[in-house]
């Protein structure tokens, strides 16, 4: 199983990214799947999760309103649209492929992550 993210870099506050996390090695499409996200020097926090067909979205209150988490089953990939980013967004983020279904955060895979640094 591989989860191999990209898209990270460097944004002025208020700037958009968008991540993408490439899976393979698994059926990608039977697996609800998360973004985590880890700042320097704390633990890691759940953003969002979505289900096998995107009919149920989880959000953390902390990026409710700016991140959207979304899926192309027929590509294999797992995505976060970031929006109106703030200095306390910077972190490491990374894709999570569940052992339970959402919103269960209990996941078994993660990828290595992408950095992500919002700083003027």
């Known amino acids: 199983i591989q989860l191999v993210e990209s898209g990270g870099g460097m944004v002025q506050p208020g700037g958009s990214l968008r991540l993408s996390c490439a899976a393979s090695?698994?059926?990608?499409?039977?697996?609800?799947m998360s973004w985590v996200r880890q700042a320097p020097g704390k633990g890691p926090e759940w953003v969002s999760s979505?289900?096998?067909?995107?009919?149920?979205?989880y959000v953390a209150d902390a990026v409710k309103g700016r991140f959207a988490i979304s899926r192309d089953n027929a590509k294999n990939k797992l995505y976060l649209q970031m929006t109106s980013l703030k200095p306390e967004d910077t972190a490491l983020y990374y894709c999570a492929k569940l052992s339970k279904p959402a919103p269960s955060k209990e996941y078994d895979y993660r990828g290595q992550g992408t950095q992500v640094t919002v700083s003027s």
């Open positions: 979505v289900n096998i067909d995107e009919r149920r979205i």
């Open positions: 090695g698994f059926d990608f499409s039977g697996y609800d």
